[in-house]
T-cell receptor, first 126, second 107 residues
Framework: QITLKESGPTVVKPTQTLTLTCTCS??????????VGWIRQPPGKALEWLAL?????????SPSLKSRLTITKDSSKNQVVLTMTNMDSVDTATYFC???????FGSGSYRTFDYWGQGTLVTVSS | DIQVTQSPSSLSASVGDRVTITCRAG??????LNWYQQKPGKAPQLLIY???TLQSGVPSRFSGSGSGTDFALTISSLQPEDFAIYYC?????????FGQGTKVEIK
């Protein structure tokens, strides 16, 4: 079955760079039409999509955070890595990675985040 | 970004009640709308995609409707395990955006 697991530091200092790793199993990050994305959730707040990488290395970023984010994948380890520069206290959140599947219905095709990791809480504090 | 706005932000209901949550997009997104359920301390789970298609394994008391800019998630008979936060998300644009969430609480 498809599972994803996030790993990385639990605490980072302001201005530091955060690096998070999503280890995927049950699917290959190079399988056609597959995507893996990152979504975050500050405590008590809503979900915010950050970035996504497709099987063919096509990358997508949230416009508001694009300058601070980089998403890459390591096919040999079946992992997806997110880096976020210049961390601030407002970046304190649970960070989730998620599998983006492609579904066909009627005459259309639809992308959804259908499998999620458990999430990892990252606190930005000096 | 395409904004999606949910209402209400929270509601109180009893077991057995019919509950409807709405989601409005800032422009037409056709039927590229997903719904997720999130329980405390857990990751979101996909309930509905393409506005009205139930994800495999999701109980039939959940249903989705709408197209264009106005959408709804309905729970026909609220069960104890349905108390959670529900999010809509547009997938029309590849800058995916979520609504602010609707918390369904026990009355």
């Amino acid at each position: 079955q498809i599972t994803l697991k996030e790993s990385g530091p639990t605490v980072v200092k302001p201005t530091q760079t955060l690096t998070l790793t999503c280890t995927c199993s049950g699917f290959s990050v190079t399988t056609s039409e597959v995507g893996v994305g990152w979504i975050r959730q500050p405590p008590g707040k809503a979900l915010e999509w950050l970035a996504l990488i497709y099987w063919d290395d096509d990358e997508r970023y949230s416009p508001s955070l694009k300058s601070r984010l980089t998403i890459t994948k390591d096919s040999s380890k079946n992992q997806v890595v997110l880096t976020m520069t210049n961390m601030d206290s407002v970046d304190t959140a649970t960070y989730f990675c998620a599998h983006m599947g492609l579904y066909y219905f009627g005459s259309g095709s639809y992308r959804t985040f259908d499998y999620w990791g458990q999430g990892t809480l990252v606190t930005v504090s000096s | 970004d395409i904004q999606v706005t949910q209402s209400p932000s929270s509601l109180s209901a009893s077991v057995g009640d019919r509950v409807t949550i709405t989601c409005r997009a800032g422009q037409s997104i056709r039927n590229y709308l997903n719904w997720y359920q999130q329980k405390p301390g857990k990751a979101p789970q996909l309930l509905i995609y393409a506005a009205s298609t139930l994800q495999s394994g999701v109980p039939s008391r959940f249903s989705g409707s709408g197209s264009g800019t106005d959408f709804a998630l309905t729970i026909s008979s609220l069960q104890p395990e349905d108390f959670a936060i529900y999010y809509c998300q547009q997938s029309y644009s590849t800058s995916w955006t979520f609504g602010q969430g609707t918390k369904v609480e026990i009355k």
